[in-house]
């Protein structure tokens, strides 16, 4: 089993800054990937941004290219997103998401929300 733990949440205005983290513990012999998807009311879960191969390549939801950041400390099994220039769009519940091992098993958090006010 694999444990998520978020942080860094909440209310800001709009063209602020928030800072997402989430340590994972737990049995992990292999991550394969750590990232952030998010849901807003009514709408489905998306990929905001993921890292890769070993930390070298990340992925980006368009909507959050040039405003968003994934970074990796891999000492800790922790994966951090800051998040820039904020919008009310930006507006969901943000999930970390890891996957681990041989069988790529996957693994989300709890769930930690972001609102951003016009």
């Known amino acids: 089993q694999v444990q998520l733990v978020e942080s860094g949440g909440g209310l800001v205005q709009a063209g602020g800054s928030l800072r997402l983290s989430c340590a994972a513990s737990?049995?992990?012999?292999?991550?394969?990937?750590m990232g952030w998807y998010r849901q807003a009311p009514g709408k489905q879960r998306d990929l905001v941004a993921r890292i890769r191969g070993g930390g070298s390549i990340m992925d980006y939801a368009e909507s959050v290219k040039g405003r968003f950041t994934i970074s990796r400390d891999n000492a800790k099994n922790t994966v951090f997103l800051q998040m820039n220039s904020l919008k009310p769009e930006d507006t969901a519940v943000y999930y970390c998401n890891i996957n681990v091992g041989a069988l790529f098993r996957g693994y989300w958090g709890q769930g930690t929300q972001v609102t951003v006010s016009s």
């Open positions: 737990g049995s992990i012999s292999r991550i394969n990937t």
